[in-house]
Nanobody, 124 residues
């Protein structure tokens, strides 16, 4: 089992930045590809970004490409999401997730473990 705990959410003005962190405990962190998803009120949970086991491969949703950066530190069992140039439409609860497939995947059903989420609110 893997336990995931997100942190770093908050309230920020449009154009601002936040860095989310997701700390993992349990089995070997480096055995899991990681992803970030988000869910706005009344909407489905959607893919944001994913990263490979070593961190050498990443993939982003078109809506965040060029503004968000996913990274990981396997020595610290942590994955990050740096969010720049934030927009009001980025407002959502952000979740990190782990997949034992080891693959960089965009579908939520492929992820085995989820954190509890952290709220990001971007004001206009």
């Amino acid at each position: 089992q893997v336990q995931l705990v997100e942190s770093g959410g908050g309230l920020v003005q449009a154009g601002g930045s936040l860095r989310l962190s997701c700390a993992a405990s349990g089995r070997t962190f480096s055995s899991y590809a990681m992803g970030w998803f988000r869910q706005a009120p009344g909407k489905e949970r959607e893919f944001v970004a994913a990263i490979s086991l070593s961190g050498g491969g990443t993939y982003y949703a078109d809506s965040v490409k060029g503004r968000f950066t996913i990274s990981r530190d396997n020595a610290k069992n942590t994955v990050y999401l740096q969010m720049n140039s934030l927009k009001p439409e980025d407002t959502a609860v952000y979740y990190c997730a782990a997949t034992s497939t080891g693959m960089v995947l965009t579908t939520r059903w492929a992820y085995d473990y989820w954190g509890q989420g952290t709220q990001v609110t971007v004001s206009s």
